[in-house]
């Protein structure tokens, strides 16, 4: 994903900043593309797995907490066999 990213960022930055003849229509869409490829890939690369951290380590103090009722039925559910 990074890699077709990045090659079409780079694909899209001579149309974007050294317009030519006839793109001034074309200018704005590259422009367009290459913030939006920009700001999605960081979003994925970095708030995503931050986001999934913070929201992993609430789950886990309730997993291994052993007052928790999933962790008394397991414990019961062991003694009983």
């Known amino acids: 994903m990074l890699t077709t990213t990045l090659t079409t960022i780079l694909g899209l930055i001579p149309l974007a900043f050294f317009p030519g003849e006839g793109s001034e229509m074309?200018?704005?869409i590259a422009l367009t593309f290459i913030g939006g490829?920009?700001?999605?890939s960081l979003l994925t690369l970095f708030l995503s797995p931050t986001l999934y951290t913070l929201l992993n380590k609430r789950r886990e103090k309730r997993?291994?907490?052993a007052d928790?009722?999933?962790?008394q039925l397991?414990?019961?559910d062991r003694e009983g066999r």
Do not use: E, R, V
């Not at 490829?37 to 999605?40: M, Q, V």
């Not at 928790?68 to 962790?71: F, G, T």
């Open 37 to 40: 490829l920009a700001t999605g």
């Open 63 to 65: 997993y291994f907490d």
């Open 74 to 76: 397991l414990l019961l």
């Open 26 to 28: 074309m200018q704005p």
């Open 68 to 71: 928790s009722l999933a962790n």
